[in-house]
């Protein structure tokens, strides 16, 4: 009893200390409190409110991801503006902003919960093996343009942070069954409780199959199980966290003809630690996971990584904050015999980090400049320097702009740097085609030039836009050689072709989006984004560019709350077409229906593709051939929770 | 390979068991801001709240539990007055009198209902963000819908404790609460 006293007066003299120099938000009245959001920490890597980060930032909410239907991560990224998804087969996506998708995209930094999920193997991520239960995830916040002065290497075109929920957060048992024409049968099962000894906790465990999709790929089984812990400790809070999945592809028969990986086992286990501390709040993060994949070729991967930050308190005009990183990554190719070689078969890489950033205010908070900047090391391109210039102008209580000038910068990946692929021509004519990577690759840069405005007249209406103008140089792709003539045995014309950096480019665009909650019973959400590319070929010619992006998206999202505990959702959306692979532009309209016959039971029906309008989404990079064709799909789940 | 693993294991394990420190409910990591908005908030519905003409002297607010919310209402409110009456804070126990608050702000860590069944009705505006808190006899309950603070009203519980709640709050409020007139 008298220390809680001590406490709560300790509390309240930290925070009276500081709290003149924070932000007083009882000055502001309950409108304005109620449109901003409690938190969002990805744009400045710590907690402020979205309306004041000085970048492209959405997020995507709890109630947004159960409102969409989606079954899948990458379905659920659709919700945010800017972001090109597109479905390649049962299993694989192409993710990507701003540019430059693909399945192996690689200019996006892709966190859960802190934790990178980026393999290194192609700087991108197999969507298919996050499979975070959708029903834990407490916000996804997505943030479009470069964070590379705070996220680092590989945060070129932006950050997406998925959180999940606080252990805390949905005591009880949670469960959840469904199955569809597509995807056949998925069901999870999370229960959250609380135990003396040990502190909040969460345990769950999924498992879901789809079938494999038109005229693409192979059917998709996964299971995946984890586990969260909440306690205090040191001081603070204490964070553990872990999850082992595997992933059944069906056959890897090899490179062509067929997607990758046959299998997948993967897993991970992080601590996270954060404490008040007097001068501000302290952050540690530790984690480890590791990968086993049954590429042709049998990889595995294994990721170290420590992140140290201090958020400092205001201290007259500045608001600091400052960070290390450490991460580690060993990677081995455990069977050779294929095609697919690499000439390290084993390798690791390091990186060390370092970075500050400074928020100053002036003029009564109403003008903020942010310089940040962070330094970087990497085994194999030395040391990067990424430095972010940003201001945030509050041109009036309801009106916001910012602009931002940035560089990025984004390291080859190993499939870039050491592979080595040969294929022979069936034995008719002599010739053969080698891929190689160059170990001698730089990184890509990028000179990012950004403006936005934000519009919140009420807690009703919420409108963003932001304009990027982006300068790529250096960016890495395949070249092609001369053809040179191999003795052998068997004498052969070999055409070579290999990563360099060879490509420069400008792309520029816009995006926009608006959130209007029209009466308390219907909400209506609509974003779109513009895209213009221009590249610049270098000197050695260049045949490949494995890149394609829509010139523009445009997405309709219509949520109503009907009487007797229901729900209707209509999302409508237009893609356009993609040059490069020759794919048409699409649209497709997705229908969700829900009944809530008790308040912890749903029963929902979503329909997708609802004119059956069958489309192609992306060019499938590994098979060689247009992905899969999506056409109309129902899928129907219960969920229920017991408990609080 | 495998070594580094298992130190690593071995690391987060020691870590573990090394923590065990006195166990409060956990919060949320990011609990600094939104325990600072909950201030704003009480800070506010003080403000579209008519006491009885007897209320006199500086507003009293009491926490039960919640230290960080009454953390941030105490230094924000030091200075500011609503209406002609300054601000106070105090921090209570569980067992402590809660006669001559005009404010109550119950934490989520404490058993807010329990504490609600066993007090008599006290003229004061009662704040929580647990769950149900006006089916039992609460006034507002704050909650997070989308990531936004919202708000619940209980008239017939305001009634009671003797308060009048503007109507400009209502306005505001997710749900409004009462028994249909007879």
């Known amino acids: 009893m008298k220390t809680q006293r001590l406490l709560s007066l300790a509390i309240a003299l930290l925070i009276a200390s500081t709290a003149a120099a924070e932000e007083d938000l009882t000055d502001l009245d309950l409108t304005t409190l109620m449109s901003m959001d409690v938190i969002v920490t990805s744009a400045a890597k710590r907690s402020q409110v979205s309306s004041d980060a000085a970048a492209a930032v959405f997020v995507i909410t709890r109630e947004d991801i159960r409102r969409s239907g989606a079954t899948m991560l990458p379905e659920v990224l659709r919700l945010a503006p800017g972001l090109h998804v597109a479905r390649i087969d049962a299993r694989s996506w192409a993710v990507s902003a701003r540019g430059f998708n693909s399945r192996f995209a690689n200019k996006l930094q892709v966190l859960v919960d802190g934790r990178s999920i980026y393999t290194p193997l192609f700087s991108g991520v197999m969507w298919e093996e996050q499979l975070v239960p959708l029903h834990t995830i407490d916000r996804i916040e997505v943030v479009r343009g470069p964070g590379g002065s705070l996220w680092g290497i590989n945060a070129v075109n932006g950050v997406i942070n998925i959180i999940t929920q606080a252990a805390a957060d949905a005591r009880g048992l949670h469960v959840e069954a469904g199955g569809g024409t597509v995807d056949s049968e998925s069901s999870a099962l999370s229960y959250s409780g609380r135990s003396e000894g040990i502190g909040d906790y969460r345990v769950y465990a999924e498992h879901a199959h789809t079938d494999s999709l038109l005229n693409s790929g192979e059917p998709w089984t996964r299971t995946q199980v984890g586990w969260r812990v909440d306690r205090d400790g040191f001081g603070g809070v204490l964070t553990f966290q872990g999850d082992v999945q595997e992933g059944d592809f069906g056959d890897a028969d090899g490179y062509a003809g067929s997607n990758l990986p046959g299998s997948s086992k993967t897993g991970n286990v992080s601590v996270q630690w954060q404490r008040a501390i007097a001068v501000g709040s302290l952050d540690a993060h530790t984690y480890y996971s590791w990968a086993d994949r049954g590429l042709p070729g049998r990889w595995n991967e294994a990721t170290a990584g420590l992140d140290l930050q201090l958020s400092a308190n205001r201290i007259g005009r500045h608001l600091f904050t400052s960070g290390i990183g450490l991460r580690h990554v060993d990677e081995e190719q455990r069977d050779r015999t294929t095609r697919l070689q690499f000439t390290a078969t084993e390798s690791s890489q390091n990186q060390w980090s370092i970075y500050a950033q400074d928020e100053i205010h002036f003029f009564d908070d109403r003008l903020r400049v942010i310089a940040g900047t962070k330094l970087e090391d990497f085994t194999f391109t030395g040391l990067a320097l990424q430095p972010t210039l940003r201001a945030l102008w509050r041109v009036s209580p309801d009106q916001t702009l910012w602009a931002a000038m940035s560089r990025a910068v984004r390291t080859p990946s190993r499939i870039e740097l050491f592979s080595r692929v040969t294929v022979m021509v069936p034995d008719v004519l002599p010739v053969s085609f080698t891929l190689s990577g160059d170990e001698n690759l730089n990184e890509e840069d990028l000179h990012a030039y950004e403006l936005g405005w934000r519009w919140r007249p009420d807690q009703r209406l919420t409108v963003d836009a932001a304009f990027y103008y982006n300068e790529y140089e250096n960016l890495i792709s395949v070249t092609s050689q001369p053809v040179t003539i191999d003795p052998g045995p068997p004498l052969h014309v070999n055409k070579p072709f290999v990563f360099a950096n060879a490509l420069d480019a400008v792309v520029y665009g816009a995006e926009a989006s608006v959130e209007w909650a029209v009466t308390d019973w219907l909400r209506w959400q609509v974003h779109g984004n513009w895209l213009r590319m221009q590249n610049q070929w270098a000197p050695v010619e260049l045949t490949l560019q494995i890149a394609s992006d829509p010139r523009s998206q445009f997405e309709s999202r219509l949520r109503f709350d009907l009487p007797y505990e229901t729900e209707l959702d209509l999302a409508w959306r237009q893609v356009g077409e993609l040059d490069n692979y020759h794919i048409a532009s699409y649209s497709s309209l997705d229908m969700r229906a829900a009944w809530h016959p008790r308040k912890d039971l749903e029963l929902s029906l979503a329909l997708t593709n609802a004119f059956d309008r069958e489309h192609i989404e992306f060019f499938d990079e590994t098979g060689g051939g247009p992905g899969a064709r999506m056409g109309r799909s129902i899928f129907g789940r219960i969920a229920w929770h017991l408990g609080q | ?182």
């Open chain 2, 1 to 182: 390979m495998c070594s580094v693993r298992a130190v690593h294991l071995l690391a987060v394990l020691l870590l573990f068991a090394a923590g065990s420190m006195r166990i409060a409910q956990a919060d949320d990591l990011d609990v600094g801001r939104e325990e600072q908005m909950k201030a704003a908030y009480l800070f506010n519905f003080a403000k579209f709240v008519e006491w009885p003409v007897s209320a006199q002297g500086p507003i009293r607010v009491c926490f039960i539990g919640a230290q960080g919310v009454h953390a941030f209402m105490t230094a924000s409110a030091a200075g500011k007055t609503i209406g002609a009456r300054s601000i106070t804070t105090v921090m209570l126990q569980s067992a402590d009198s809660r006669l001559g608050c005009d404010v109550i702000y119950l934490g989520a860590s404490v058993d807010a209902n329990a504490l609600m069944q066993d007090a008599p009705s006290t003229a004061a505006l009662t704040v929580s963000d647990v769950d149900d808190f006006t089916r039992h006899g609460g006034i507002i309950r704050l909650f997070k819908h989308e990531n936004r603070l919202r708000f619940d009203i209980n008239l017939d519980n305001a009634r009671r404790a003797g308060l009048k709640i503007s109507s400009n709050l209502l306005k505001l409020a997710s749900r409004v609460e009462q028994e249909a007139a007879p």
